[in-house]
């Protein structure tokens, strides 16, 4: 248990909705990153925070956002979802950027049909 | 920019047999490499790192050795087990670029009986 919480585990929506993922970092840990792996992309880095600040910014779409609350969990935003969207969306903590090491939650599956 | 390349999988190998997985890196700073490992249904753990050139990173029989001459970060594996079929992610990370972590396409191991 790598001590990050991802909610949900499994989701499935329709093209064109929207869907809110939860993560809740490692207690103590101040950075959060979130990834999307997919099959043929393998892992991309969508956008870090640190402290409730916006610190980085991958490959992330403009339909998509996040924003980490005081209490340092963090929500991804997916809006007018497509297929292509169907993913897998993982979290992860450190306690700050350049300690060396990232937590990973175990992931929120997306499959929109 | 800082990218790993790391070798196609999927790789399947007979019990007890010798693993070497090649990872390359390029990065412009000194950045320190890591390799995770993501065992079916699960996020990504850390399996070992090195953050200096000419260090040896082990753990639980795995090897890589950070060289910079070559810019390389191969993982190995002297006799691997059914327990080690898993995808394993090649990685970077340095100051240069905020502390951005950056991710292989991950190779896919299979170890059979």
């Known amino acids: 248990d790598s001590g990050v919480t991802q909610t949900p585990k499994h989701l499935i929506t329709a093209t064109g909705q929207r869907v809110t993922l939860r993560c809740s970092p490692r207690s103590g840990d101040l950075s959060v990153y979130w990834y999307q792996q997919s099959l043929d992309q393998g892992l991309q880095f969508l956008i870090q925070?640190?402290?409730?600040?916006?610190?980085a910014k991958g490959n992330i779409l403009e339909r998509f956002s996040a924003q980490q609350f005081p209490d340092l969990h963090s929500e991804l935003n997916l809006s007018s979802l497509e297929l292509g969207d169907s993913a897998l969306y993982f979290c992860?903590?450190?306690?700050?950027?350049?300690?060396?090491?990232?937590?990973f939650g175990e992931g929120s599956r997306l499959t929109v049909l | 920019g800082d990218s790993v390349t790391q070798m196609e999988g999927p790789v399947t190998l007979s019990e007890e047999a010798f693993l070497t997985i090649n990872c390359t890196y390029t990065?412009?700073?000194?950045?320190?490499l890591f390799w995770y490992v993501q065992y079916p249904g699960e996020g990504l753990q850390l399996l070992l790192k090195?953050?200096?050139?000419?260090d040896k990173g082990s753990n639980k029989g795995f090897e890589a050795t950070y060289r910079k001459e070559t810019t390389s970060f191969h993982l190995e594996k002297g006799s691997v087990q059914v327990s080690d079929s898993a995808v394993y992610f090649c990685a970077l990370s340095e100051t240069n670029t905020g502390n951005q972590f950056y991710f292989g396409t991950g190779t896919s191991l299979t170890v059979i009986p």
């Open positions: 925070y640190y402290n409730g600040e916006e610190r």
């Open positions: 992860a903590s450190s306690v700050e950027p350049g300690s060396g090491e990232l937590f």
């Open positions: 090195a953050t200096k050139a000419d």
């Open positions: 990065a412009t700073g000194y950045p320190s």
